[in-house]
Nanobody, 125 residues
Framework: QVQLVESGGGLVQPGGSLRLSCSNS????????LAWFRQAPGKEREFVAA????????YYADSVKGRFTISRNSARNTVHLQMNSLKPEDTAVYYC??????????????????WGQGTQVTVSS
């Protein structure tokens, strides 16, 4: 059973940092890949970052590369998204997702079976 719960969103000034967390209330993430997507008002949901832990691979959108880091804890039941140097254009609802994509499909929303409820991130002075 996979039930994803996000936390850690909030209001931050430009240049600041936030760390989002995604936990599985049903247990560990097992062999699922975990990803973060975001959706700003009036825009489509877009890929942010993903980790295919069994393959030892992480993936990032060009817009966040070098600023965001996805990681998983050793107990394999929580995934974090560390967000540094935040910009106003990072403002969105951030969603955690679990699935079993392959490399070529890791950025697609339809590669993921389970989704969290989302957490709001607002970057503003």
């Amino acid at each position: 059973q996979v039930q994803l719960v996000e936390s850690g969103g909030g209001l931050v000034q430009p240049g600041g940092s936030l760390r989002l967390s995604c936990s599985n209330s049903g247990g560990t993430f097992s062999d699922y890949a975990l990803a973060w997507f975001r959706q700003a008002p009036g825009k489509e949901r877009e890929f942010v970052a993903a980790g295919r832990w069994n393959a030892g691979s992480t993936y990032y959108a060009d817009s966040v590369k070098g600023r965001f880091t996805i990681s998983r804890n050793s107990a394999r039941n929580t995934v974090h998204l560390q967000m540094n140097s935040l910009k106003p254009e990072d403002t969105a609802v951030y969603y955690c997702a679990a699935g079993r994509p392959i490399t070529s499909t890791v950025r697609r929303t339809n590669s993921y079976y389970y989704w969290g409820q989302g957490t709001q991130v607002t970057v503003s002075s």
